[in-house]
């Protein structure tokens, strides 16, 4: 296979390209970084002005100077994010400076109520006001049905009324009435986005362009397309609300305006919308999921078109990619607020698929509940752990432009207690779905300690992790390479719950994921708006270069009315359609659907079955790719599909127990292993049988073609010794001071808790254990194995340097290094920083003991 050669002879391309903070360091520091970041396995850097004192100004082209010739040296690349700081949206300070009318405009909604009959009454409305260029755009009665309904059909338009904006005159009929007062603002959002561009007018976008894309283009023309390949947006957002909750119509909240709204959405409702404007904010029934859907629909489109879609087509006419992500965290994806109202749609001008991952919301094992970290209503695990990942993936697989390419920035911001064990656990989860470009966050220039967001990769050489860094860096490139350039298989599509969402009650898409997730059955998440136009025939519904045998809707209370009948033609062609808990009950449109309900209901291919029963059915009708022979919830698994052949990855995401199984997979050809990290390929008839550690991977690759390598068979051996090392162990301290220096020699017996010692309780750095063991006759292999490692290991035997691990299981080859007589072993182990910081950010890890807690072990095959 054309892939795995390249991998084997290091030929790999390059799949990372890590945030690299400016903060006006001396030009030398910059230079010094670029080649540790390149000594690194690293061949790209996204510059980030974080913040730069002068951005755009003349230290701003000194720096990116020096960072692009020494990028040239190296045949490195260089990507820039958009703003002087992150969010993306500020234009360097030009929007709120320069173009005020441009900053992100609300339209809000202030409620009075009443009691009548009044004729010729008069009501005070100039309080909804706040500010001089706030605008009153009109009011409407409605009778109250209760504390928060309002009838939609008794809603009266009175904005004629309006007398300088100070009050309204109108009839108030007998009842209880709310005069409802619509206003747009340019205040009222999230105080984190204050006087930054309003993403759905052009001309702000165009601001922005023309501030930061327009002046790089200008100075490194000659270097577009070249050295500089991209621009990264960085969670760029509505911002009328903080936070993951603005789900339309469930929060109290302002809504994103331009001053053109109201005829557009007139538009597409075919009458006057002013009237039904009150019901995005409150409850009104049907009318009110009508106009819900109608308006994001509409905003979502806006967003995607004058603002990712603007910037995407400019970077395509300089040569260049437009990257980045928004915010996805705890369901933003498909709300306002933190979101841009559609994941997909948001992403479209793109040309990878983005998502983030930051602040402890990936974290082993809490897939399940709710994680109380960094959050006041803390991370949903379920939903970081089971649809966040597929969500990017979904969108690099489906849209030709992202060219298969699914980015995700990772690391940031857990802490000094992460280290390369945890970021090796996180690869894997990306991996494993499908992500195959890496943005680690980040590389820190400023003096450490910089409690910015840690850990920092380097610190200024002060971070024991860093050497291992460099294995975990190979070891992505090497797998994204692999999984690059190829096609995803997967049986199933899940359909995106955005528009549910908007139009009544639904149910997250996450709920389905996690059950096929914890059963090895592979999806992808698909919008709407690719399914309505998809192709389909009797092998399948086919999007892009992929092709799903079924197709699984969570519950949704009203779904568009193109994608209903859409169902029911893939329906008529064989496709087995699985809705969760009952069919929908009306078009998000507004009209109820009883014909197509009673075609529904007779569709033999039209299932709706309960989510628990989910796995079973899809297990009955032959919908899987792999079985195991035990359950096993925290195995995963990706197929991918190379012209020459098939990978699959398969990894344990269970913090603390060894998966043990077997596999059944649909091919019979003769099956490789890949150790991707040790960069080894072996042809092994065991491929199929499973004894995953935690934090562990396994590649099984099935080539069209026998296939041509350095190696061998995986052999089969039995062990026939097992021998503890003991002590007396001498054990030494190195610190950031100078890692090549050990002090503090002590011996030991056995082997402990090193943190439990006088003076080692803030330890931080690399601890040296030597010993010595005798061998009595030599085995065809001998293997060291330690356990209760933290964090990462280097063995040195007999004065040679076997080998690194950075995850478990810690088990080095030393069948060539090994005498009979006396061996002299020296094992370092790296720890994290958090000992030496104990930093705010690392209070939610727990924090491992340091050095080897357990065992240290020689096993002997024959």
């Not at 990372?16 to 690293?42: A, T």
């Not at 270069?545 to 197709?551: N, S, T, V, Y």
């Not at 001998?782 to 933290?790: A, H, P, Q």
Request: net charge negative; glycine share 8%; hydrophobic share 35%.
């Amino acid at each position: 296979m054309k892939k795995v050669k390249e991998v084997l002879s290091g030929k790999y391309s390059n799949h990372i390209f890590p945030l690299f903070w400016q903060h006006g360091e001396e030009e030398q520091v910059l230079r010094d970084y670029m080649d540790k970041i390149y000594n690194s396995g690293i061949k790209s850097v996204c510059v980030e002005a974080r913040p730069h004192p002068d951005f755009l100004g003349d230290k701003w082209w000194m720096d990116i100077d020096a960072i692009i010739d020494e990028a040239k040296k190296r045949d490195m690349k260089v990507w820039i994010l958009d703003d002087s700081h992150f969010p993306t949206g500020f234009a360097n300070g030009r929007i709120k400076n320069e173009f005020p009318h441009l900053r992100k405009r609300f339209l809000g909604l202030k409620v009075l109520d009443f009691v009548g009959p009044m004729k010729n009454a008069e009501a005070i409305i100039k309080y909804a006001l706040s500010d001089k260029e706030d605008e009153i755009i009109g009011v409407i009665l409605g009778r109250k049905l209760d504390y928060e309904n309002v009838d939609p059909d008794t809603l009266m338009d009175i904005t004629e009324g309006v007398k300088e904006n100070k009050t309204v005159s109108f009839d108030l009929p007998e009842g209880q009435w709310s005069v409802m007062i619509l206003y747009t603002s340019f205040n009222g959002g999230e105080k984190q986005t204050e006087g930054y561009l309003n993403p759905i007018d052009p001309e702000a976008t165009d601001i922005l362009i023309n501030t930061v894309y327009e002046s790089h283009y200008e100075k490194y023309k000659e270097e577009f397309g070249q050295t500089i390949v991209g621009f990264f947006s960085d969670e760029p957002r509505f911002g009328n609300m903080h936070g993951p909750l603005g789900s339309i119509g469930r929060f109290d909240m302002v809504l994103p305006w331009r001053k053109d709204m109201l005829e557009l959405m007139d538009k597409r409702l075919g009458i006057s919308s002013l009237m039904y404007l009150p019901l995005l904010f409150i409850e009104g029934g049907e009318k009110a999921h009508h106009i819900r859907y109608v308006y994001m629909d509409l905003v979502s489109r806006l967003y995607s078109e004058n603002f990712n879609q603007r910037i995407g087509n400019w970077c395509e006419e300089h040569n260049v990619m437009y990257i980045g992500h928004t915010i996805e965290d705890n369901n933003a994806h498909g709300r306002l607020g933190y979101g841009a109202g559609h994941f997909y749609r948001a992403m479209a001008g793109q040309h990878m698929a983005g998502i983030d991952e930051v602040l402890h919301q990936l974290m082993p094992g809490q897939d399940y509940c709710v994680n109380k970290a960094m959050t006041s209503n803390g991370w949903d695990g379920e939903f970081f752990h089971y649809a966040l990942a597929k969500l990017g993936t979904s969108l690099g697989h489906m849209d030709p432009k992202k060219k298969g390419r699914t980015m995700c920035e990772v690391f940031g911001a857990y802490g000094w207690a992460e280290g390369n064990k945890k970021m090796k656990w996180t690869v894997d989860h990306m991996l494993v779905r499908g992500v195959n470009e890496f943005v680690p966050h980040a590389f820190d220039p400023k003096q450490y300690p910089d409690f910015d967001c840690p850990p920092h990769f380097y610190a200024h050489g002060k971070n024991p992790q860093f050497e291992g860094f460099k294995l975990l860096m190979d070891y992505t490139n090497r797998m994204s390479h692999l999984l690059s350039d190829g096609i995803h298989r997967a049986p199933l599509a899940i359909v995106y719950h955005g528009e549910a969402e908007w139009a009544g009650e639904y149910m997250l898409l996450q709920k389905p994921a996690a059950e096929l997730t914890r059963n090895q059955i592979d999806f992808d998440i698909l919008p709407i708006d690719e399914l309505v136009k998809a192709e389909s025939n009797y092998d399948g519904i086919k999007v892009n270069k992929e092709i799903f045998k079924g197709l699984v809707v969570p519950y949704a209370e009203a779904l568009p009315k193109a994608f209903l009948e859409k169902i029911l033609v893939f329906a008529k062609k064989q496709m087995p359609i699985y809705f969760l808990e009952a069919l929908p009950v009306r078009e998000s449109e507004g009209n109820y659907i009883e014909s197509v309900l009673k075609e529904m209901k007779a569709e033999k291919n039209i299932h709706v079955i309960n989510l628990d029963d989910l796995v079973d059915d899809l297990k009955k009708a032959g919908l899987y790719e792999i079985s195991t022979s035990s359950y096993e919830p925290y195995l995963r698994y990706y197929h991918y599909e190379q012209e020459d052949g098939h990978i699959f990855m398969f990894v344990n995401e269970h913090p603390y127990n060894i998966i043990s199984t077997k596999l059944k997979i649909p091919f019979s050809s003769t099956a490789y292993t890949y150790n991707a990290m040790e960069n080894i390929l072996k042809e092994d008839e065991n491929a199929l049988k499973l004894n995953l550690y935690p934090y562990e991977s396994k590649i099984v690759i099935f080539p069209h073609t026998q296939l041509e390598y350095e190696g061998g068979k995986e052999q089969i051996l039995t062990k026939v010794e097992e021998k503890a090392v003991e002590g007396i162990y001498k054990v030494s301290f190195a610190t950031s001071k100078d890692f090549n220096v050990f002090e503090d020699a002590i011996t030991l017996d056995s082997l402990i808790q090193l943190q439990e010692l006088d003076g080692k309780e803030d330890f931080a750095g690399i601890i040296r254990y030597e010993m010595s063991f005798n061998v009595d006759s030599k085995k065809a292999k001998s293997y060291l194995v330690l356990k209760g490692v933290s964090e990462s290991a280097k063995v040195i035997l007999n004065n040679k340097e076997i080998g690194m691990k950075i995850v478990p299981p810690y088990r080095f080859d030393i069948s060539d290094y090994i005498f009979e007589g006396e061996n002299k072993l020296v094992i370092d182990v790296s720890t994290t920083l958090v000992r030496e910081q104990y930093d705010w950010l690392s209070q939610y890890m727990l924090l491992e003991p340091i050095g080897i807690t357990e065992s240290i072990i020689i096993e002997s095959y024959e």
